[in-house]
């Protein structure tokens, strides 16, 4: 049994360890680098790294399930619209920044139902393209050096071009769902 939902409980620890990254962030200091810094960066790239984990065990164990197809996705945007709306609150990042992916990940949001998301076969149809993994990857990356390195009222260049470049493939993976997602949709007009 424990085999069989191992990923599931990875996919589940991702979205518990989130209010823990918050709390870090949001109790540490203004100085750089402080312990609950870095606390919050490990915690995160923890949550973070349970998204390679459990897709790894789900695809070795041959155990992909509903489940983890429909909650890895929503626990991965959880734990980055969460903790992209606290580092913007800190000001240790733009709100620009934040509110390009945020409003992003709404468009997303309000699509699914539109499209039938919990039917399995449009699931399927609209499994994650490797543009939106490495979206989230270059996220992931830019949010550690954000969390490392609060420099405030300065820019973090590196964080910003690692940043600019997971928005950039963050919105071509939207594209491409979403024209995924409107052949769905002409396909079931015609049928």
């Not at 790894?56 to 909650?71: D, L, M, Y």
Request: charged share 20%; with cysteine.
């Amino acid at each position: 049994m424990l085999r069989k939902n191992l990923a599931n409980i990875f996919t589940c620890l991702r979205i518990v360890l989130i209010p823990v990254a918050l709390w870090l962030i949001f109790a540490a200091s203004d100085a750089e680098r402080d312990a609950l810094h870095v606390w919050a960066l490990a915690v995160f790239l923890f949550a973070a790294l349970t998204d390679f984990i459990d897709g790894q065990i789900a695809r070795r164990t041959n155990t992909i399930s509903e489940f983890g197809k429909a909650v890895d996705p929503l626990a991965d945007r959880l734990l980055v619209i969460c903790v992209l709306v606290a580092l913007m609150w800190r000001s240790f990042m733009p709100l620009w920044m934040g509110l390009l992916i945020v409003s992003r990940d709404i468009l997303m949001l309000v699509g699914a139902p539109l499209v039938g998301i919990r039917d399995p076969e449009v699931r399927e149809k609209l499994a994650v393209h490797w543009t939106g993994k490495l979206a989230t990857a270059l996220l992931f990356a830019s949010i550690c050096i954000f969390i490392l390195l609060n420099l405030r009222d300065r820019v973090n260049l590196v964080g910003l071009v690692i940043f600019c470049a997971g928005i950039f493939f963050s919105y071509l993976s939207g594209f491409i769902y979403i024209r995924r997602g409107i052949k769905l949709l002409r396909g079931r007009l015609k049928g």
